[in-house]
Structure formats: structure tokens, C-alpha cells
């Protein structure tokens, strides 16, 4: 394979890369105008999200792999939230002209591995060239019962499934050149091999008043769901830090407790149950409470019992 | 309204824009993880299409409403050519710095007119930046019987219906500041406004062997369909060009063949059926015949019937 192959030549590339193993509920796959998904009977659900070269990664900071397996992930994660299960995925690649044929394979083996990670296919996409990277990744998925933002109620508890702060750490440990160091390990996996939490989101379904998956950070994701349930979340600060986040910030000289809640690309998944409904897999992390006065919004429970506003701003990464 | 609004305040605007009619299957639209749509009995036809600022199009000759306009119907023309009808659609907008608040809103509503104009709805989207402004649109359908490129059989018409060419010589048109010219206004239109052909697509869904729409021009177009089928299909020249394409092309001293054959972005739906089943709206311009020896292609007709290979390739705009 040259360098640089033909459109029609790259996307012949692609489709043996994202395959098809006769499962799930794909008609028509890659290769005409569009991909066909066998009819269901449940509510359809469907997000879009776009990586793009210097604003959502840096190409000397993540291996193509890595990069077509977060993108696909970050798409995912949305499902998760929302407690889908994934039916496919489409994939738009902006690529520039000095993006090799063996770039797009690891891009699209990367895309495959996540993809698969969550039980689907990547079944179609689009090529375009451009002056940047972009992946632009949609994903569709189904639910009987969609969860949303909106229905946090106080006296639930908040619970999580998945890491905390642990990808903004192992960005930054990656630009410091400490990824091989034991303590950045779990750190810089969490940045490079996400999880969107397809099983969590299935797990809460059912029990869930509200839920959202952490994008930006904790803090500000939490906040959405605060506002569109008009209530005030309140964290405890002992119950987002893990021994891990603790010995990767501590290479960093970092604050752990700042990387929990603003540290962004986690792609945990948040909910809010009934206090004796936690679903399997999750952790409890804090509680709802009435909005006092006017503001909804989040807060950490100090020692003492005294809540502090939290900020909803996302980790500066490059700071 | 400042030049660059919060993001929040800029997908505010967008929801506002895009709106809600409260028909059609949306359950949950802008403003949650995902967006989510009511089970249908049908397949599903799902489709993902990118323009990207220096590649499909140039910020100069083009207004940001037909921007957002044409990236819409671009994607919706996929749906067209597999016969279905329009769920929604998402879009994910990359936006330079530069791109003001009133930009964002041009772009919005030139989506919104051509989700309208097919019936549908922009029901979700993302927002990220980037050095150059890309749209990448994601359109979801559904149709008992998905149209594909493979079907075509020897023995059948090539039917047509949308414009050729046009598309393609109004973008010239403008490019030499020719646009305001009187014989100019229907190419000029045709590149601004195109149509995806859904009623054509639905028209000619139970009948037509295969169908593509017209992109990356005819004579690619229609080669995708006679390798896919195995056929060769032979194009008579004379139903190629209106006499609104001849006039077009004579503003620009070019051939109106070449721009039929060869210009792409008209999004007219190509069919393939039997003689006596021309669909309601489409035009006789072509008819298929075995693979000559190994070779399935496209031909032209010439007088006196000797057939003349058709180079698949695109129209070199700026050449």
C-alpha cells in the first residue's frame, strides 16, 4: 500500500478494518449510500461528537490508535448516559493530505477495538480531506426508557460507575514525558483506552432519576443535571478520590481533589437513584438536596457539615 | 448579542432556531446527552456526509445560510437515493474563531429551511472549534424497502430526477462574478439551494432495481451503480442537457456535456428500471446492457450508435 491511496482504495482499506461479523441488526454496511439497521421496537437513541486536532487532542500526544478509539468512545459514552444499548456507529474522518494509509488503518483499528469493546460496529462514514484531523463520530443505540438530565429528585443519592480526574492526569503526564512511570500507569490508560459505560447506563436504567456521562468534568456535567432538575448536588470530597488519582497527582504535584472534579473525558456515568436502590457497579458519591433560594447547582460537603460551591469549569489542562 | 457568545448561550440560539413543531417522532430534541426518536416498524437509513471550508466549498463564494443549507441537503440527498423518509438529523459544526454569533445563526437557519423543505427536523448536534469551518451532517430515515446501488439489470432505463450540471456551473459562475447574470439564475440557484429528491426517492422506491444520487457528478455516480449491478450503462447525450444548463454553459464558453456528465453537487436521484415503469417525475436518459466482455462502465451514445467510454471522474471547478 503506498502512502497515499485512492479514496475508493481507502475505504475498501476501512471496510476490512471495521469488518462485519453478521451480528446485530445491520442490513446494508459500508459500501452504498447510506447504512441500513434492521426496524426495533424501542425508542431510538442518537448523539454526535467531534475530536478535533488541537483543541481535543494534540497528534504528538496520542497514537492514531488511541485517537479512533477515544473518538469512538467519547460518541459512545453519550448512549451509556442515556442507558442504550449501541446499534452502530458512522464515522466522518477529516483527514490531512500528510495522513498516511497506515494512519487511517490504525485511526479505523482503533475506532474497531472501541467499538467492539461496546458489543457494535462501526457500519459506515465519510472521508474528507481538510487541513486538520477531525473525526466527527455518531452513534446510534435503543432503550425502552431514555434516560435524561432533568429528574433528579432531593433525598436520591449520586452514584458513579467509572474513574474520576484519571484521563486529565494522564494527559498531562503524557506531555511531561512521565507515562512510563508505575504510579502514571492507570492514568495514562484512563486517557488513552476510555470506556464508555455501556453496562453501568444498562444497570441504572431502570432505577435512575437522572444521568449524564462525564465529558467535561464532574463538576460541570453534574451542574447540567442540578440546573434541568432545579436541585443542589452536594459531593463528598473523601468519596471522589481514589488511591490512584491520589499517586498520579502526586507526580503531577497536582490536587487530586481538582482533577476529580474538573478533569474532563472520564466517560464515567453519574446517576441519581432512590437512596436504597444503588445499581450494581456504582459508588455512591454524594446526595441531592432541594435548590436553596434561586441556584441549583453543585457543592462539596466540608468537614463539619459547611458546603462549598463548586465551580463548573473544566480542568485547564495546559495550564 | 456579542460577536462570540458562551457556548451554552450559542446551542440556546441554535435550539431556538432549529425549533420544534412538535410533529414527527423527536422525543427528547437539543439540549440532553443524545437526542431520541420514537420506534418505528421499518428499516432504518442512516447516513453521514462532511463539507469542510477549502475542500467543498470556499468561505468567499458562499453565504453561511447556504452553507448550512447545502451541508443538509447534501446529507438528506443519501436518504433520497435509498428511498426513504427523513427521522432527523444531527449536526456537528467545527467553527473558526472567527465565525461570529450571526454566522452560527445564518448557517442555523440555512439548515433549518432545508431540514423543513424535506420534512424533517435538525434534532441534535454538537459544537467544537477548529482552524477551519467543517460541517459534518448525520441524517437518520426509515423505508420498507431501502434502495441499493447493486440491482440494475440489462434490459432497463436509466431514469433521472433533479437537475445536471447546473450545480456545478453556477459555482463558476460565481467564482467569475457572473452570478447576477439573468441566464445565470437557475445554476446559480442550483448551487446555492440544491434538492435533496426525497419524493423522487420515495416515488421510485418500489419499482426502481437501484439507485444512487448525484454527488460527485454522473458519469462517477452511475459507474458506482454499473460495477455494483455488473452492467454497463449507455447514456444518450441529447437528455442530458435543458436548455437551462446550455445557457449556463455558454455564459461560460464551457461544454454543457462535460458539466452534465461530470458536475457533481445537483443531488439528483438516478434510477434504474423496467421500460415500463418510469416513475412519476423522473426523465429517460440512459439504458442498461450486460458488462461488455469484463467491463462494466458507462458509455455514451453517438450518433449512429457507436458507444464511447465515459471517463468517471469529477469536474475540475477551479481548473
Redesign the interface.
Known amino acids: 500500500m503506498t502512502a497515499r491511496s485512492s479514496e475508493r482504495a481507502r475505504i475498501d482499506m476501512l471496510a476490512r478494518v471495521f469488518g462485519a461479523d453478521g451480528s446485530g441488526r445491520t ?2 454496511g459500508i ?20 475530536q ?5 487532542f494534540r497528534r504528538d500526544l496520542v497514537s492514531m490508535a488511541d485517537l479512533g478509539y477515544r473518538a469512538t468512545m467519547a460518541a459512545t459514552s ?2 451509556a ?2 442507558g ?1 444499548t449501541p446499534l ?1 456507529i ?3 474522518l ?1 483527514l490531512p493530505e500528510d495522513v498516511t494509509d497506515e494512519d487511517l488503518r490504525a485511526i479505523a483499528e482503533g475506532q474497531h477495538e472501541a467499538a467492539k469493546e461496546v458489543g457494535t460496529q462501526i ?4 472521508l ?5 484531523i ?1 473525526i ?1 463520530t ?1 452513534a ?3 432503550t425502552p426508557r ?1 434516560l ?2 432533568s429528574g433528579a429528585k432531593p433525598g436520591e443519592v449520586v452514584a458513579i460507575a467509572g474513574p474520576l480526574g484519571l484521563s486529565a492526569a494522564g494527559l498531562v503526564l503524557i506531555e511531561r514525558g512521565r507515562a512510563e512511570e508505575a504510579d502514571a500507569a492507570p492514568a495514562v490508560r484512563a486517557y488513552r483506552r476510555p470506556v464508555a459505560r455501556i453496562a453501568a447506563g444498562l444497570a441504572a436504567r431502570d432505577v435512575a432519576s437522572a444521568a ?2 462525564v465529558s467535561d468534568g464532574l463538576a460541570r456535567d453534574v451542574g447540567h443535571v442540578a440546573r ?1 432538575s432545579r436541585v443542589l448536588v452536594v459531593l463528598d470530597p473523601a468519596a471522589l478520590v481514589t488511591a490512584e488519582l491520589t499517586r498520579a497527582a502526586a507526580l503531577l504535584g497536582a490536587d487530586p481533589l481538582a482533577l476529580a472534579l474538573h478533569g474532563g473525558e472520564d466517560y464515567a456515568v453519574v446517576v441519581t437513584v432512590p437512596e436504597d436502590a444503588l445499581p450494581p457497579g456504582f459508588t455512591r458519591i454524594g446526595k441531592v438536596f432541594p435548590a436553596e433560594g434561586r441556584s441549583s447547582g453543585v457543592a462539596l460537603e466540608q468537614e463539619g457539615g459547611t458546603r462549598v460551591p463548586v465551580e463548573e469549569r473544566g480542568y485547564d489542562h495546559f495550564g
Do not use: Q, Y
Not at 457500519?123 to 465519510?126: C, D, L
Not at 474528507?128 to 486538520?132: F, K, S
Open positions: 442490513i446494508v459500501g452504498d449510500d447510506a447504512a441500513v439497521i434492521g426496524p426495533g421496537k424501542e425508542p431510538l437513541v442518537w448523539t454526535i461528537d467531534a478535533v486536532e488541537g483543541i481535543h453519550d448512549l448516559a442515556m442504550a452502530g458512522l464515522a466522518g477529516v457500519i459506515g462514514g465519510n474528507a480531506r481538510g487541513r486538520e477531525s466527527t455518531t446510534l443505540g435503543e431514555p435524561g438530565r449524564i456521562d434541568a
